[in-house]
Nanobody, 115 residues
Framework: QVQLVESGGGLVQPGGTLRLSCAASGIIFTADAMAWYRQAPGKDRELVAHIASNGDLWYADSVKGRFTISRSTAGNTMVLQMNSLKPEDTAVYYC?????????WGQGTEVTISS
């Protein structure tokens, strides 16, 4: 079993920054694929950023150049650095991890961008 716990959400003004973290525990592997998703009110959950097993990174066009995904050397922590935040980034952000072919989700952390 794998547990994922997100932290770092909050309310910030447009143009501000936030740093989301996802701490994993349980039976995990350094090369697990990991990702951040988000779900805005009334919208479907969407993929924001992804780290592949080989370390390749992928970003949604809407966040490219503003968000940076990374993971710790041990692979048990994943971070999403979010800069130049916009109101349209408002959503609940979820951590996702695929371990031995099974996907796990965190409980989500709320991000609100508003003046």
């Amino acid at each position: 079993q794998v547990q994922l716990v997100e932290s770092g959400g909050g309310l910030v003004q447009p143009g501000g920054t936030l740093r989301l973290s996802c701490a994993a525990s349980g039976i995990i592997f350094t090369a697990d694929a990991m990702a951040w998703y988000r779900q805005a009110p009334g919208k479907d959950r969407e993929l924001v950023a992804h780290i592949a097993s080989n370390g390749d990174l992928w970003y949604a066009d809407s966040v490219k150049g503003r968000f940076t995904i990374s993971r710790s050397t041990a692979g048990n922590t994943m971070v999403l650095q979010m800069n130049s935040l916009k109101p349209e980034d408002t959503a609940v952000y979820y951590c996702n991890r695929v371990t031995v072919g099974r996907a796990y989700w965190g409980q989500g952390t709320e991000v609100t961008i508003s003046s």
